[in-house]
């Protein structure tokens, strides 16, 4: 059957009905992806690795599973998986040169959980080098472009996932949030991403950033296409020791319910000076559509909001500089050339297999952690995680959840802020106390800022308050249509 050009327009719960009524098999919707990611990822570079053959092939393994009535909801949906997540048989780099060559030999849980629902492997996407970026910019592979304008970048780390879900290249996609990584880069696209509360999904093969952070979550075009996903990618993991064991949920059980009644927050901080105009005014559009749903909106504060990114940037590299230190050309990855000994081993492996940012932070997180500093930096700085935790307690003692801009600005340009990396940082002033704290957030399309790019709605739960948030987007989504906008490119 030939590949027809209008299977990508369509989103993961459409496709899902196709395939169950069989009037469209598996294989032919992989090859029609397949096809559109060649002639458009060589300009957007949001594909690190592909393998036809491979995922043809378990296309048809999914053609076979829904004839026998044994497929499910993602029986014979391509997805494509962030290069930070291990897959058996394939290259998983993480966005660096340390690991270029390193395919790994096991799949990490979420891989997992996406094989055993009958999911398509579609390929691996382009990442900040060891996710740590708000860009896209630092890869070794090079930067992602914004498919709504090639000059912007998708925002990082997960701009690879969310360019490729933006572009119609595939319905869904997985990445890892540990300071906004997630929900930046969707707003800068114009998708929808969620991060779950800490510890839901499994960090099992997911190649640790800041352990006390990261977290994986999807990115897809809908509320309802994430709560689908969520549901796949949820579970008690014990080879993952910050694993929650908890009753299976179903997310999208409360996606219809009325909004009547439900109070979101607006946090006085995220509305104040920094916020740019066109963003503060989608927003606040988006807000006119909730409370004409039946949502009540009330002020609420989270004065600690203004120390995330000092604390971020104290336990975030603190974290990395630990978890990276496995990287020292001995056991595998990058190897520098005929070192002179083991020391010159040690330091030119890792100056050279480790990209600009990776190194800052490593070199941030050494200090930090070094005698004299740690009870200085980073003892300080877990007690204000702490405060910043609380914060968010006393805001949700008045409401249900919490709403704002997901970035301070629309997509940036490319190179417009990769000599001020303070000013890189800032883009995630929203969504890092969410992180700090393990809470679950998302974010969805709300309209369009500067130059037409996307703007992000953010939403806050408590915990394990998820289906609730999918509740108010899905219910949002019924009533705009910001969500089915695609860019040119993408049409």
């Given at each position: 059957m030939s590949p027809r050009a209008e299977l990508h327009e369509l989103d993961l719960t459409e496709l899902s009905a196709l395939l169950a009524a069989r009037q469209v098999s598996s294989e032919e919707l992989a090859q029609a992806l397949l096809a559109r990611i060649a002639t458009q990822n060589g300009d957007l570079n949001a594909f690190i690795t592909l393998d036809p053959d491979a995922t043809l092939a378990q296309a048809r393994a999914a053609d076979a599973r829904i004839g026998r009535g044994e497929g499910g909801v993602l029986t014979g949906i391509p997805v494509a998986h962030k290069d930070i997540f291990c897959a058996s048989g394939w290259r998983t780099t993480c966005g660096s040169r340390m690991l270029e060559e390193f395919?790994?030999?096991y799949d990490a849980t979420v891989v997992e959980h996406f094989n055993d629902a009958g999911a398509v492997f579609l390929g691996k996407t382009n990442m900040d080098e060891f996710a740590m970026g708000s860009s896209n910019e630092s890869s070794w592979f090079g930067p992602v472009r914004n498919p709504w304008d090639r000059n912007a970048v998708p925002g990082g780390s997960s701009g690879g996932s969310a360019?490729?879900?933006?572009?119609?290249?595939?319905?869904?996609?997985?990445?890892?949030?540990?300071?906004?990584?997630?929900?930046?880069?969707?707003?800068?696209?114009?998708i929808c991403g969620l991060k779950p509360t800490y510890g839901l999904v499994s960090r099992y093969g997911m190649i640790a950033f800041a352990s006390s952070l990261d977290q994986a979550g999807p990115l897809a075009r809908s509320a309802a296409d994430l709560a689908v996903l969520l549901d796949t990618m949820v579970g008690f993991d014990p080879r993952d020791s910050t694993s929650l064991e908890r009753p299976v949920e179903h997310y999208g059980r409360a996606l219809d319910r009325p909004l009547e009644g439900m109070r979101l927050g607006l946090p006085r901080e995220y509305f104040a000076e920094g916020l740019d105009a066109d963003v503060a005014r989608a927003v606040d559009e988006a807000l006119v559509t909730l409370r004409g749903l039946g949502c009540e909106t009330v002020e609420v504060s989270l004065p600690n909001t203004r120390l995330s990114i000092p604390v971020y940037y104290v336990l975030a590299p603190a974290e990395a500089s630990s978890n990276l230190a496995r990287y020292d050309g001995a056991r595998y990855g990058y190897r520098a050339q005929e070192p002179r000994d083991l020391a010159d081993l040690y330091s030119r492996t890792r100056a050279e297999g480790f990209g600009a940012e990776v190194r800052r932070r490593i070199l941030v997180g050494t200090y930090v952690l070094s005698h004299g500093y740690y009870d200085a930096y980073y003892l300080k700085a877990q007690q204000i995680r702490r405060l910043i935790a609380r914060d968010f307690d006393a805001a949700f003692s008045t409401c249900d959840l919490i709403l704002g801009p997901t970035s301070p600005s629309v997509a940036f340009d490319l190179g417009e802020r990769s000599a001020d990396p303070v000013q890189m940082y800032l883009s995630d002033?929203?969504?890092?106390?969410?992180?700090?704290?393990?809470?679950?957030?998302?974010?969805?399309p709300a309209g369009f800022g500067a130059k037409g790019r996307p703007v992000g709605l953010q939403v806050i739960g408590n915990y394990f308050d998820e289906a609730r948030m999918l509740n108010l987007a899905h219910r949002f989504q019924q009533a705009t249509d910001w969500h089915r906008r695609a860019p040119a490119s993408g049409a």
């Amino acid at each position: 059957m030939s590949p027809r050009a209008e299977l990508h327009e369509l989103d993961l719960t459409e496709l899902s009905a196709l395939l169950a009524a069989r009037q469209v098999s598996s294989e032919e919707l992989a090859q029609a992806l397949l096809a559109r990611i060649a002639t458009q990822n060589g300009d957007l570079n949001a594909f690190i690795t592909l393998d036809p053959d491979a995922t043809l092939a378990q296309a048809r393994a999914a053609d076979a599973r829904i004839g026998r009535g044994e497929g499910g909801v993602l029986t014979g949906i391509p997805v494509a998986h962030k290069d930070i997540f291990c897959a058996s048989g394939w290259r998983t780099t993480c966005g660096s040169r340390m690991l270029e060559e390193f395919t790994a030999p096991y799949d990490a849980t979420v891989v997992e959980h996406f094989n055993d629902a009958g999911a398509v492997f579609l390929g691996k996407t382009n990442m900040d080098e060891f996710a740590m970026g708000s860009s896209n910019e630092s890869s070794w592979f090079g930067p992602v472009r914004n498919p709504w304008d090639r000059n912007a970048v998708p925002g990082g780390s997960s701009g690879g996932s969310a360019a490729a879900v933006a572009a119609r290249l595939c319905p869904a996609a997985t990445g890892t949030d540990t300071g906004g990584s997630i929900r930046q880069p969707a707003a800068l696209t114009g998708i929808c991403g969620l991060k779950p509360t800490y510890g839901l999904v499994s960090r099992y093969g997911m190649i640790a950033f800041a352990s006390s952070l990261d977290q994986a979550g999807p990115l897809a075009r809908s509320a309802a296409d994430l709560a689908v996903l969520l549901d796949t990618m949820v579970g008690f993991d014990p080879r993952d020791s910050t694993s929650l064991e908890r009753p299976v949920e179903h997310y999208g059980r409360a996606l219809d319910r009325p909004l009547e009644g439900m109070r979101l927050g607006l946090p006085r901080e995220y509305f104040a000076e920094g916020l740019d105009a066109d963003v503060a005014r989608a927003v606040d559009e988006a807000l006119v559509t909730l409370r004409g749903l039946g949502c009540e909106t009330v002020e609420v504060s989270l004065p600690n909001t203004r120390l995330s990114i000092p604390v971020y940037y104290v336990l975030a590299p603190a974290e990395a500089s630990s978890n990276l230190a496995r990287y020292d050309g001995a056991r595998y990855g990058y190897r520098a050339q005929e070192p002179r000994d083991l020391a010159d081993l040690y330091s030119r492996t890792r100056a050279e297999g480790f990209g600009a940012e990776v190194r800052r932070r490593i070199l941030v997180g050494t200090y930090v952690l070094s005698h004299g500093y740690y009870d200085a930096y980073y003892l300080k700085a877990q007690q204000i995680r702490r405060l910043i935790a609380r914060d968010f307690d006393a805001a949700f003692s008045t409401c249900d959840l919490i709403l704002g801009p997901t970035s301070p600005s629309v997509a940036f340009d490319l190179g417009e802020r990769s000599a001020d990396p303070v000013q890189m940082y800032l883009s995630d002033i929203y969504t890092i106390a969410v992180n700090l704290a393990g809470l679950p957030g998302m974010s969805i399309p709300a309209g369009f800022g500067a130059k037409g790019r996307p703007v992000g709605l953010q939403v806050i739960g408590n915990y394990f308050d998820e289906a609730r948030m999918l509740n108010l987007a899905h219910r949002f989504q019924q009533a705009t249509d910001w969500h089915r906008r695609a860019p040119a490119s993408g049409a």
